[in-house]
Protein backbone atom coordinates (compact mmCIF):
# COMPACT_ATOMS: atom_id res chain seq x y z
CA UNK A 1 0.00 0.00 0.00
CA UNK A 2 1.53 3.68 -0.76
CA UNK A 3 0.36 6.85 0.20
CA UNK A 4 -2.60 8.69 -1.40
CA UNK A 5 -2.07 10.03 -5.17
CA UNK A 6 -4.61 10.80 -7.49
CA UNK A 7 -5.39 8.05 -9.53
CA UNK A 8 -8.79 6.36 -11.21
CA UNK A 9 -10.88 4.18 -8.73
CA UNK A 10 -11.20 0.55 -9.70
CA UNK A 11 -14.36 0.37 -8.11
CA UNK A 12 -15.96 3.49 -9.20
CA UNK A 13 -14.41 5.06 -12.12
CA UNK A 14 -13.78 8.23 -10.54
CA UNK A 15 -10.54 10.16 -10.67
CA UNK A 16 -9.73 11.91 -7.56
CA UNK A 17 -6.96 11.00 -4.24
CA UNK A 18 -6.55 7.39 -3.99
CA UNK A 19 -4.91 4.80 -1.75
CA UNK A 20 -3.13 2.02 -3.62
CA UNK A 21 -4.27 -1.62 -2.61
CA UNK A 22 -3.33 -4.90 -4.18
CA UNK A 23 -6.36 -4.86 -6.64
CA UNK A 24 -5.76 -1.22 -7.73
CA UNK A 25 -6.51 2.61 -6.66
CA UNK A 26 -8.90 3.36 -4.06
CA UNK A 27 -10.83 6.41 -4.06
CA UNK A 28 -11.77 7.31 -0.15
CA UNK A 29 -15.67 7.59 -0.87
CA UNK A 30 -15.20 3.69 -1.81
CA UNK A 31 -12.64 2.97 1.50
CA UNK A 32 -15.83 4.50 3.36
CA UNK A 33 -18.24 2.55 1.55
CA UNK A 34 -16.79 -0.67 2.16
CA UNK A 35 -15.88 0.39 6.08
CA UNK A 36 -19.33 0.90 7.17
CA UNK A 37 -20.53 -2.10 4.80
CA UNK A 38 -18.44 -4.48 6.21
CA UNK A 39 -18.87 -8.73 5.38
CA UNK A 40 -18.06 -11.86 6.70
CA UNK A 41 -14.49 -12.60 5.69
CA UNK A 42 -14.73 -16.22 3.47
CA UNK A 43 -11.77 -16.95 5.59
CA UNK A 44 -11.47 -15.88 8.97
CA UNK A 45 -15.55 -15.97 8.88
CA UNK A 46 -15.51 -12.11 11.09
CA UNK A 47 -17.68 -9.32 9.61
CA UNK A 48 -14.55 -6.91 8.60
CA UNK A 49 -13.83 -5.09 5.52
CA UNK A 50 -13.31 -6.97 2.44
CA UNK A 51 -11.28 -5.70 -0.09
CA UNK A 52 -7.86 -7.88 -0.29
CA UNK A 53 -7.07 -10.53 -2.61
CA UNK A 54 -6.59 -14.05 -1.23
CA UNK A 55 -3.79 -15.84 -0.65
CA UNK A 56 -5.52 -19.62 -0.84
CA UNK A 57 -8.54 -18.68 -2.84
CA UNK A 58 -8.55 -17.52 -6.69
CA UNK A 59 -10.48 -14.43 -7.35
CA UNK A 60 -11.83 -14.57 -3.82
CA UNK A 61 -11.61 -11.13 -1.34
CA UNK A 62 -10.72 -11.53 2.28
CA UNK A 63 -10.18 -8.93 4.98
CA UNK A 64 -6.46 -6.97 5.43
CA UNK A 65 -5.44 -9.50 8.52
CA UNK A 66 -6.04 -13.07 6.22
CA UNK A 67 -4.34 -11.09 3.07
CA UNK A 68 -1.33 -10.38 5.40
CA UNK A 69 -1.87 -7.01 4.75
CA UNK A 70 -1.55 -3.22 6.72
CA UNK A 71 -5.80 -2.65 6.17
CA UNK A 72 -6.43 0.92 4.91
CA UNK A 73 -9.59 0.95 7.09
CA UNK A 74 -7.80 0.53 10.46
CA UNK A 75 -7.86 3.89 12.67
CA UNK A 76 -4.01 5.12 13.26
CA UNK A 77 -4.54 5.12 16.95
CA UNK A 78 -6.63 2.08 17.91
CA UNK A 79 -6.42 -0.13 15.00
CA UNK A 80 -10.08 -0.84 14.83
CA UNK A 81 -11.37 -0.96 11.74
CA UNK A 82 -15.34 -0.13 12.49
CA UNK A 83 -16.70 3.21 12.57
CA UNK A 84 -14.36 5.16 10.40
CA UNK A 85 -14.88 9.10 10.45
CA UNK A 86 -11.72 10.79 9.60
CA UNK A 87 -9.35 10.64 7.32
CA UNK A 88 -6.80 8.31 9.56
CA UNK A 89 -9.17 7.84 13.16
CA UNK A 90 -12.20 6.28 13.49
CA UNK A 91 -15.32 7.76 15.16
CA UNK A 92 -14.61 6.24 18.68
CA UNK A 93 -11.38 8.00 18.97
CA UNK A 94 -12.47 11.59 17.94
CA UNK A 95 -15.39 10.89 20.71
CA UNK A 96 -13.13 10.12 23.03
CA UNK A 97 -10.83 13.14 22.88
CA UNK A 98 -13.66 15.62 22.23
CA UNK A 99 -15.74 14.30 25.48
CA UNK A 100 -12.10 13.94 27.39
CA UNK A 101 -11.78 18.00 26.27
CA UNK A 102 -15.33 18.71 27.09
CA UNK A 103 -15.00 17.40 30.93
CA UNK A 104 -11.65 18.44 31.59
CA UNK A 105 -10.73 21.76 33.56
CA UNK A 106 -8.76 23.82 31.23
CA UNK A 107 -6.81 25.54 34.05
CA UNK A 108 -6.71 23.12 36.70
CA UNK A 109 -6.14 19.82 34.01
CA UNK A 110 -8.80 17.63 36.46
CA UNK A 111 -11.53 15.61 34.97
CA UNK A 112 -14.76 16.71 35.89
CA UNK A 113 -15.60 12.52 37.88
CA UNK A 114 -19.35 13.98 38.79
CA UNK A 115 -20.30 13.70 34.87
CA UNK A 116 -17.96 10.36 34.30
CA UNK A 117 -21.20 8.26 34.23
CA UNK A 118 -21.99 10.53 31.24
CA UNK A 119 -18.87 10.44 29.62
CA UNK A 120 -18.99 6.69 29.88
CA UNK A 121 -22.59 6.59 28.66
CA UNK A 122 -21.74 8.38 25.53
CA UNK A 123 -18.81 6.20 24.97
CA UNK A 124 -20.79 3.10 24.46
CA UNK A 125 -22.93 4.45 21.57
CA UNK A 126 -23.43 2.36 19.01
CA UNK A 127 -22.58 4.92 16.74
CA UNK A 128 -20.11 7.83 18.04
CA UNK A 129 -21.05 9.71 14.45
CA UNK A 130 -24.12 10.14 16.03
CA UNK A 131 -22.59 11.40 19.10
CA UNK A 132 -20.23 13.96 17.56
CA UNK A 133 -23.31 15.20 15.70
CA UNK A 134 -25.14 15.76 18.57
CA UNK A 135 -22.34 17.58 20.30
CA UNK A 136 -21.41 19.82 17.07
CA UNK A 137 -24.71 20.61 16.25
CA UNK A 138 -26.13 24.16 16.14
CA UNK A 139 -27.09 25.05 18.58
CA UNK A 140 -24.96 22.50 20.44
CA UNK A 141 -26.74 22.76 23.84
CA UNK A 142 -25.40 19.57 24.73
CA UNK A 143 -21.78 20.48 24.91
CA UNK A 144 -22.01 24.01 25.79
CA UNK A 145 -24.26 22.59 28.89
CA UNK A 146 -21.86 19.58 29.77
CA UNK A 147 -19.08 22.37 29.97
CA UNK A 148 -20.69 24.67 32.03
CA UNK A 149 -21.09 22.33 34.06
CA UNK A 150 -17.41 20.25 33.84
CA UNK A 151 -16.02 23.89 34.73
CA UNK A 152 -18.40 24.85 37.87
CA UNK A 153 -20.06 27.70 36.07
CA UNK A 154 -23.12 25.62 36.21
CA UNK A 155 -24.65 23.86 39.16
CA UNK A 156 -24.90 20.24 38.41
CA UNK A 157 -28.42 19.79 39.26
CA UNK A 158 -32.32 20.22 37.97
CA UNK A 159 -31.79 23.94 39.34
CA UNK A 160 -29.70 24.64 35.94
CA UNK A 161 -32.76 23.78 33.46
CA UNK A 162 -35.49 25.69 36.02
CA UNK A 163 -33.80 28.86 34.11
CA UNK A 164 -33.01 27.51 31.35
CA UNK A 165 -36.15 27.22 28.05
CA UNK A 166 -37.75 23.65 27.93
CA UNK A 167 -36.93 23.09 24.31
CA UNK A 168 -35.96 19.32 22.60
CA UNK A 169 -31.92 19.78 22.91
CA UNK A 170 -32.34 21.07 26.82
CA UNK A 171 -34.90 18.20 27.61
CA UNK A 172 -32.73 15.79 25.81
CA UNK A 173 -29.43 16.72 27.84
CA UNK A 174 -31.40 16.42 31.06
CA UNK A 175 -33.02 12.88 30.41
CA UNK A 176 -29.27 11.65 29.91
CA UNK A 177 -28.30 13.15 33.15
CA UNK A 178 -31.47 11.53 34.80
CA UNK A 179 -30.69 8.41 32.92
CA UNK A 180 -27.27 8.37 34.13
CA UNK A 181 -27.86 8.64 37.62
CA UNK A 182 -25.96 12.35 37.36
CA UNK A 183 -29.35 13.37 38.42
CA UNK A 184 -32.53 12.48 40.53
CA UNK A 185 -35.25 11.40 38.31
CA UNK A 186 -37.66 14.14 37.66
CA UNK A 187 -41.28 14.38 35.83
CA UNK A 188 -41.05 16.48 33.27
CA UNK A 189 -44.71 16.47 32.01
CA UNK A 190 -45.45 17.87 35.50
CA UNK A 191 -43.01 20.44 35.83
CA UNK A 192 -44.87 21.34 32.51
CA UNK A 193 -47.97 21.52 34.19
CA UNK A 194 -46.86 23.44 37.12
CA UNK A 195 -45.44 26.30 34.45
CA UNK A 196 -48.56 26.31 32.41
CA UNK A 197 -50.72 26.43 35.36
CA UNK A 198 -48.99 29.65 37.14
CA UNK A 199 -49.73 31.32 33.48
CA UNK A 200 -53.27 30.35 33.34
CA UNK A 201 -54.05 31.95 36.93
CA UNK A 202 -52.04 35.04 36.21
CA UNK A 203 -55.36 37.98 35.65
CA UNK A 204 -57.88 36.15 37.32
CA UNK A 205 -59.06 37.46 40.59
CA UNK A 206 -57.04 36.74 43.51
CA UNK A 207 -59.97 34.40 45.26
CA UNK A 208 -60.96 32.60 42.82
CA UNK A 209 -57.38 32.46 41.10
CA UNK A 210 -56.38 30.60 44.76
CA UNK A 211 -59.35 28.60 44.49
CA UNK A 212 -58.84 27.21 41.32
CA UNK A 213 -54.87 27.00 42.18
CA UNK A 214 -55.75 24.24 45.26
CA UNK A 215 -58.06 22.55 42.54
CA UNK A 216 -55.57 22.06 40.20
CA UNK A 217 -52.96 21.46 42.65
CA UNK A 218 -54.65 19.27 45.48
CA UNK A 219 -56.97 17.23 43.28
CA UNK A 220 -54.86 16.88 39.84
CA UNK A 221 -51.26 17.52 40.45
CA UNK A 222 -51.49 15.08 42.89
CA UNK A 223 -53.21 12.90 40.89
CA UNK A 224 -50.58 13.37 38.19
CA UNK A 225 -47.90 12.95 40.50
CA UNK A 226 -49.45 9.21 41.78
CA UNK A 227 -49.70 8.39 38.08
CA UNK A 228 -46.29 9.25 37.68
CA UNK A 229 -44.82 7.03 40.09
CA UNK A 230 -46.88 3.79 37.75
CA UNK A 231 -45.31 5.24 34.86
CA UNK A 232 -49.01 6.19 33.91
CA UNK A 233 -48.92 9.42 32.77
CA UNK A 234 -50.03 9.99 29.18
CA UNK A 235 -50.71 12.96 26.62
CA UNK A 236 -54.71 11.97 27.06
CA UNK A 237 -54.20 12.40 31.09
CA UNK A 238 -52.49 15.79 30.83
CA UNK A 239 -54.84 17.02 27.97
CA UNK A 240 -57.80 15.95 30.51
CA UNK A 241 -56.44 18.02 33.53
CA UNK A 242 -55.43 20.67 31.26
CA UNK A 243 -59.30 21.26 30.49
CA UNK A 244 -60.88 20.60 33.45
CA UNK A 245 -58.82 23.78 34.76
CA UNK A 246 -59.21 25.43 31.39
CA UNK A 247 -62.84 24.92 32.36
CA UNK A 248 -62.43 26.21 35.54
CA UNK A 249 -60.68 29.50 34.82
CA UNK A 250 -63.95 29.89 32.18
CA UNK A 251 -66.31 29.35 34.60
CA UNK A 252 -64.35 32.52 36.75
CA UNK A 253 -64.30 34.55 33.80
CA UNK A 254 -67.64 34.23 33.09
CA UNK A 255 -68.02 35.00 37.34
CA UNK A 256 -66.58 38.17 36.95
CA UNK A 257 -68.59 39.56 34.65
CA UNK A 258 -71.29 38.80 36.02
CA UNK A 259 -70.16 40.61 39.26
CA UNK A 260 -69.65 37.44 41.65
CA UNK A 261 -67.15 34.79 42.03
CA UNK A 262 -67.07 30.76 41.95
CA UNK A 263 -67.12 30.24 46.14
CA UNK A 264 -70.60 32.61 45.62
CA UNK A 265 -71.75 31.21 42.32
CA UNK A 266 -75.41 29.83 42.88
CA UNK A 267 -77.23 26.88 41.15
CA UNK A 268 -79.36 29.28 38.81
CA UNK A 269 -76.15 31.26 37.75
CA UNK A 270 -74.46 28.00 37.56
CA UNK A 271 -77.33 26.71 35.20
CA UNK A 272 -77.37 30.11 33.09
CA UNK A 273 -73.32 29.24 32.14
CA UNK A 274 -74.03 26.25 30.97
CA UNK A 275 -77.04 27.03 29.35
CA UNK A 276 -74.99 30.17 27.19
CA UNK A 277 -71.84 27.08 27.39
CA UNK A 278 -73.56 23.77 26.20
CA UNK A 279 -69.98 22.24 25.65
CA UNK A 280 -68.76 22.70 29.09
CA UNK A 281 -70.56 20.46 31.05
CA UNK A 282 -68.04 17.90 30.71
CA UNK A 283 -65.12 20.10 32.13
CA UNK A 284 -67.38 21.22 34.67
CA UNK A 285 -68.53 18.24 36.09
CA UNK A 286 -65.27 17.31 37.69
CA UNK A 287 -65.04 20.63 39.17
CA UNK A 288 -68.02 20.95 40.51
CA UNK A 289 -68.00 18.05 42.39
CA UNK A 290 -64.25 18.84 44.31
CA UNK A 291 -66.00 22.55 45.41
CA UNK A 292 -69.06 20.55 46.87
CA UNK A 293 -66.19 18.23 48.67
CA UNK A 294 -63.87 20.51 49.63
CA UNK A 295 -66.68 22.58 51.31
CA UNK A 296 -65.91 25.82 49.18
CA UNK A 297 -69.00 26.16 47.37
CA UNK A 298 -72.47 23.66 48.14
CA UNK A 299 -74.72 25.74 46.66
CA UNK A 300 -74.23 24.25 43.63
CA UNK A 301 -74.53 20.73 41.99
CA UNK A 302 -73.99 19.10 38.68
CA UNK A 303 -75.20 14.97 37.92
CA UNK A 304 -72.40 12.82 36.43
CA UNK A 305 -73.62 11.43 33.60
CA UNK A 306 -75.08 7.48 33.56
CA UNK A 307 -72.22 5.20 32.44
CA UNK A 308 -72.18 3.66 28.95
CA UNK A 309 -71.06 1.03 27.74
CA UNK A 310 -68.25 0.95 25.09
CA UNK A 311 -69.54 0.69 21.56
CA UNK A 312 -67.50 -1.83 19.08
CA UNK A 313 -67.85 -0.56 15.54
CA UNK A 314 -64.84 -2.90 13.99
CA UNK A 315 -65.85 -6.13 12.59
CA UNK A 316 -63.82 -9.15 13.33
CA UNK A 317 -63.79 -9.56 9.85
CA UNK A 318 -61.99 -6.09 9.57
CA UNK A 319 -60.25 -6.75 12.79
CA UNK A 320 -58.64 -9.86 10.80
CA UNK A 321 -58.10 -7.86 7.77
CA UNK A 322 -55.75 -5.41 10.45
CA UNK A 323 -54.10 -8.46 11.34
CA UNK A 324 -52.96 -9.74 8.10
CA UNK A 325 -52.08 -6.29 7.00
CA UNK A 326 -49.71 -6.10 10.11
CA UNK A 327 -48.62 -9.42 9.44
CA UNK A 328 -46.99 -8.71 5.46
CA UNK A 329 -46.92 -4.98 4.73
CA UNK A 330 -43.64 -4.62 5.09
CA UNK A 331 -43.98 -0.77 4.65
CA UNK A 332 -44.93 -0.53 8.13
CA UNK A 333 -42.12 0.07 10.47
CA UNK A 334 -41.36 -3.45 12.75
CA UNK A 335 -42.26 -2.49 16.07
CA UNK A 336 -45.45 -0.53 15.00
CA UNK A 337 -46.78 -4.09 13.15
CA UNK A 338 -45.50 -5.90 16.31
CA UNK A 339 -47.05 -3.53 18.98
CA UNK A 340 -50.13 -3.52 16.62
CA UNK A 341 -50.88 -7.52 16.47
CA UNK A 342 -50.33 -7.07 20.85
CA UNK A 343 -53.33 -5.38 20.39
CA UNK A 344 -55.48 -6.92 17.55
CA UNK A 345 -54.54 -10.18 19.34
CA UNK A 346 -54.03 -10.01 22.86
CA UNK A 347 -56.22 -6.76 23.72
CA UNK A 348 -53.39 -5.14 24.93
CA UNK A 349 -53.66 -1.27 25.70
CA UNK A 350 -51.04 1.07 23.54
CA UNK A 351 -49.92 2.27 26.87
CA UNK A 352 -49.11 -0.85 28.34
CA UNK A 353 -47.13 -2.29 25.37
CA UNK A 354 -44.73 0.73 25.38
CA UNK A 355 -43.88 0.40 28.91
CA UNK A 356 -43.17 -3.26 28.15
CA UNK A 357 -39.80 -4.73 28.97
CA UNK A 358 -37.41 -7.36 26.87
CA UNK A 359 -37.75 -9.11 29.85
CA UNK A 360 -41.17 -10.07 28.70
CA UNK A 361 -39.77 -11.66 25.52
CA UNK A 362 -38.52 -15.20 25.35
CA UNK A 363 -37.43 -16.77 22.26
CA UNK A 364 -36.95 -20.52 22.91
CA UNK A 365 -34.13 -22.82 21.46
CA UNK A 366 -36.67 -24.76 19.46
CA UNK A 367 -38.23 -21.65 17.77
CA UNK A 368 -40.76 -20.91 19.83
CA UNK A 369 -41.67 -17.23 20.85
CA UNK A 370 -43.20 -16.24 24.60
CA UNK A 371 -44.46 -13.38 25.94
CA UNK A 372 -45.86 -12.54 29.25
CA UNK A 373 -48.48 -9.53 29.07
CA UNK A 374 -49.54 -10.04 32.93
CA UNK A 375 -46.90 -12.50 34.36
CA UNK A 376 -48.16 -15.65 32.28
CA UNK A 377 -46.13 -16.42 29.40
CA UNK A 378 -48.32 -16.73 26.08
CA UNK A 379 -47.12 -18.48 22.84
CA UNK A 380 -46.76 -16.40 20.04
CA UNK A 381 -48.91 -17.53 16.94
CA UNK A 382 -47.00 -17.90 13.53
CA UNK A 383 -46.49 -15.04 12.21
CA UNK A 384 -46.14 -12.73 14.66
CA UNK A 385 -43.36 -15.15 16.37
CA UNK A 386 -41.30 -14.34 12.90
CA UNK A 387 -41.94 -10.71 13.74
CA UNK A 388 -40.56 -10.59 17.26
CA UNK A 389 -37.56 -12.72 16.22
CA UNK A 390 -36.56 -10.53 13.66
CA UNK A 391 -36.90 -7.16 15.83
CA UNK A 392 -35.21 -8.80 19.05
CA UNK A 393 -32.47 -9.58 16.82
CA UNK A 394 -32.09 -5.98 15.65
CA UNK A 395 -33.73 -3.71 18.06
CA UNK A 396 -31.54 -1.16 17.96
CA UNK A 397 -32.25 2.32 19.86
CA UNK A 398 -32.60 6.07 17.87
CA UNK A 399 -30.90 7.29 20.95
CA UNK A 400 -27.10 8.42 21.20
CA UNK A 401 -27.39 6.64 25.01
CA UNK A 402 -24.85 3.94 25.11
CA UNK A 403 -27.31 1.77 27.94
CA UNK A 404 -29.67 -0.92 27.23
CA UNK A 405 -32.06 0.09 29.78
CA UNK A 406 -34.09 -2.91 28.89
CA UNK A 407 -37.41 -1.59 26.84
CA UNK A 408 -38.56 -3.89 24.49
CA UNK A 409 -39.29 0.00 22.76
CA UNK A 410 -37.05 2.44 23.53
CA UNK A 411 -36.94 5.91 23.34
CA UNK A 412 -35.92 8.71 22.00
CA UNK A 413 -34.32 10.01 25.18
CA UNK A 414 -31.96 8.07 27.32
CA UNK A 415 -33.85 5.64 29.76
CA UNK A 416 -37.06 6.14 28.27
CA UNK A 417 -39.55 4.34 26.29
CA UNK A 418 -41.34 5.27 23.21
CA UNK A 419 -44.69 7.33 23.86
CA UNK A 420 -48.10 6.46 22.84
CA UNK A 421 -48.53 8.87 20.88
CA UNK A 422 -45.53 7.22 18.21
CA UNK A 423 -47.40 4.45 18.20
CA UNK A 424 -50.56 5.78 17.68
CA UNK A 425 -49.41 7.58 14.43
CA UNK A 426 -47.79 4.67 12.88
CA UNK A 427 -50.81 2.72 13.22
CA UNK A 428 -53.47 5.33 12.40
CA UNK A 429 -51.50 5.86 8.78
CA UNK A 430 -51.66 2.18 8.10
CA UNK A 431 -55.44 2.31 8.68
CA UNK A 432 -55.52 0.89 11.85
CA UNK A 433 -57.16 3.19 14.80
CA UNK A 434 -55.81 1.38 17.93
CA UNK A 435 -59.28 2.70 20.24
CA UNK A 436 -61.55 0.81 18.36
CA UNK A 437 -59.30 -2.03 17.75
CA UNK A 438 -58.80 -2.95 21.09
CA UNK A 439 -62.47 -3.16 21.37
CA UNK A 440 -63.30 -4.93 19.05
CA UNK A 441 -60.28 -7.56 20.07
CA UNK A 442 -61.58 -7.08 23.67
CA UNK A 443 -64.99 -8.41 22.67
CA UNK A 444 -63.75 -10.71 20.29
CA UNK A 445 -61.85 -12.81 23.31
CA UNK A 446 -64.52 -11.83 25.47
CA UNK A 447 -66.54 -14.46 23.45
CA UNK A 448 -64.33 -17.03 23.74
CA UNK A 449 -62.47 -16.98 26.96
CA UNK A 450 -63.73 -17.25 30.44
CA UNK A 451 -63.19 -13.93 32.32
CA UNK A 452 -60.90 -15.05 34.61
CA UNK A 453 -58.77 -16.25 32.23
CA UNK A 454 -59.51 -13.12 30.38
CA UNK A 455 -58.13 -11.02 33.05
CA UNK A 456 -55.20 -13.29 33.62
CA UNK A 457 -54.27 -13.94 30.34
CA UNK A 458 -53.92 -9.99 29.34
CA UNK A 459 -53.49 -8.28 32.19
CA UNK A 460 -57.05 -6.17 32.96
CA UNK A 461 -58.98 -5.79 36.23
CA UNK A 462 -61.40 -9.17 37.08
CA UNK A 463 -64.81 -6.60 36.83
CA UNK A 464 -63.31 -5.21 33.68
CA UNK A 465 -63.01 -8.96 32.42
CA UNK A 466 -66.64 -9.46 33.43
CA UNK A 467 -68.15 -5.99 31.71
CA UNK A 468 -66.45 -7.17 28.76
CA UNK A 469 -68.08 -11.04 28.58
CA UNK A 470 -71.73 -9.22 29.84
CA UNK A 471 -71.02 -7.36 26.74
CA UNK A 472 -70.12 -10.00 24.30
CA UNK A 473 -73.15 -12.09 26.19
CA UNK A 474 -71.34 -14.64 27.46
CA UNK A 475 -72.69 -15.43 30.91
CA UNK A 476 -69.14 -17.12 32.74
CA UNK A 477 -70.42 -17.03 36.36
CA UNK A 478 -70.37 -20.70 36.63
CA UNK A 479 -66.67 -20.98 35.43
CA UNK A 480 -64.87 -20.64 38.69
CA UNK A 481 -67.26 -23.58 40.61
CA UNK A 482 -66.45 -25.58 37.13
CA UNK A 483 -62.90 -25.22 37.87
CA UNK A 484 -63.07 -26.15 41.30
CA UNK A 485 -64.45 -29.93 40.44
Request: charged share 20%; glycine share 8%; with cysteine.
Amino acid sequence: MTAATRAECTRCGVTTHTLMLPTGPLCSRCRRDIAYHPRVCPECLELRPVAYPSFTMYNVLVCAACAGEHSVFACAECGREDHPYGATRCARCILNEQLTGLFTHPLSGEFCDELRPVFEELMRARRPQSVISWLQKPPATGARVLGQMARGEAPISHDTFQHMPAGRSESYLRDLLTATGVLQPYQPAIERMERWLDERLRGLPVDDAQLIGRYARWHHLRRLRSLAECGEVTKPVIYRARSNVIGAVRLSAWAAREGTTIALLTQPQLESYLAAHPGGRNTQQGFIAWLHRSKENTRISLPWRSFTPPEVVVSDSERWDSVERLLHDDTITLYARIGGLFMLLFAQSLGSIVKMKTAQVVLEPDGRVLVAFDGTFVEMPPGLDTLIRDYSQNRGTPTISGRDHGWLFPGRHPGSHLVTDVFRSKLVTAGIHPGDARKAAMFSLAGQVPAPVLADLIGVADKTAVKWAVLAARDWSGYVAQRRL
